[in-house]
């Protein structure tokens, strides 16, 4: 059964009460975006939820191979495994925001690929050799949890291929196109096996934005918008680096890619949030009655997806509304899926 999980931001203060209400509401999972000049540290708010929950996966999604060494991200991310009874994920992409507001530009593919293999073994209590130093997590090795899985978001062909090669889940932010899924699926299980490794043994999601909404002149759409704008941002930046899926209408998107506004980074009134119609968004994203929902998250799940990552409201949306949008989705949308499978 496709298990889902939210994503939101680690905002202090609320993320142990939003994260018991997440759980009694039926979600399988809470991540955390990671971007320390917009919001707060997931680290600390990933440990406060632990303690008030019992079932829920929890992670950053996602951090980066450069704000932050590999020991320090695994001795982190460890902890939270510790203090939550083994229920840790670590979400890694090449970086955004968290990196464009401090001046510093994207990992390339070859930096990601070693800090994931340097992260697996940190978390694995092995050695680790970085610039001629070898070092451990000497307190990991003699933990009794197991290794906290690590989870590679990816858009392009490349990314897709090295997320499969080294990392033991990826989730693919491509939109809600059943077709690109299905591409990103085809393209991660070759590379897998191509790496000599069971082809079966990797986990595979996609990142989606969503909203359940009455009717078409309800106002989920606008709450999503700078959300979607984030994520086809992505897709064009991998059709500028000719890695997208093939025979897709990516205007959009690398119209989007061109004119995005880190300093507005996830806002409604960023320049590129306003080059995406309502047509755009609901194509894009999963928006529209629970129904509508629920048959195209079905869709998308007998993809073979193993996870799905509810992106939700953005981040400027006032606090009570964002929780009762994400509410709504849960009651009204997760029962129907979960109702869908045996």
Same mark, same amino acid.
């Given at each position: /059964? ?15 009460? /939003? ?16 971007? +320390? ?43 939270? +495994? ?16 968290? =990196? ?5 530009? #994207? ?12 992260? &697996? ?40 291929? =090295? ?5 033991? #889940? ?11 899924? #299905? ?39 606008? /709450? ?39 300093? &507005? ?30 048959? #195209? ?36 949308? =997760? ?8």
């Amino acid at each position: /059964m496709t298990r889902f999980l939210l994503h939101t931001f680690p905002v202090p203060t609320r993320v142990a009460a /939003m994260a018991e209400v997440c759980e009694g509401d039926g979600w399988d999972g809470v991540l955390l975006a990671d971007s +320390q000049n917009l919001v707060g540290d997931p680290y600390c708010e990933l440990t406060l939820a632990a303690s008030v929950t019992d079932r829920l996966e929890l992670g950053p999604f996602v951090t980066n191979p450069v704000t932050r060494h590999p020991a320090v991200t695994a001795s982190a991310i460890a902890t939270v +495994q510790e203090e939550s009874g083994g229920r840790a994920v670590v979400g890694i992409g090449r970086g955004d925001s968290s =990196l464009a507001l401090i001046g510093r530009p #994207r990992a390339t593919l070859d930096q990601l690929g070693t800090y994931v293999d340097q992260l &697996r073994h940190y978390l694995s209590g092995e050695p680790v050799e970085i610039e001629g130093h070898e070092s451990r997590l000497a307190w990991v090795a003699e933990s009794s949890q197991p290794r906290v899985p690590i989870d590679v978001v990816a858009s392009g062909r490349r990314s897709i291929s =090295l997320a499969a090669a080294c990392a033991d #889940r990826v989730t693919f932010a491509l939109g809600a196109s059943p077709d690109r899924i #299905r591409w990103a699926i085809d393209t991660a299980r070759a590379a897998r096996s191509r790496a000599g490794l069971p082809s079966e043994t990797l986990k595979v999601g996609a990142c989606l934005v969503a909203a359940v909404t009455s009717d078409r002149d309800d106002d989920a759409a606008g /709450m999503v918008r700078a959300n979607v704008g984030i994520f086809a941002r992505f897709l064009g930046q991998a059709a500028a680096a000719g890695g997208a899926p093939d025979a897709t209408d990516l205007r959009t998107e690398e119209a989007v890619a061109a004119a995005y506004n880190q300093e &507005r980074h996830g806002l409604a009134s960023a320049p590129q949030t306003a080059l995406l119609d309502d047509d755009f968004v609901r194509d894009f994203a999963v928006v529209g009655s629970a129904d509508h929902c629920v048959e #195209r998250l079905t869709q998308l799940a007998d993809t073979g997806l193993d996870h799905i990552v509810v992106v939700g409201p953005s981040r400027d949306v006032d606090a009570r509304e964002a929780l009762a949008l994400t509410r709504r989705f849960a009651t009204e949308v =997760l029962p129907g899926l979960r109702e869908t499978k045996p």
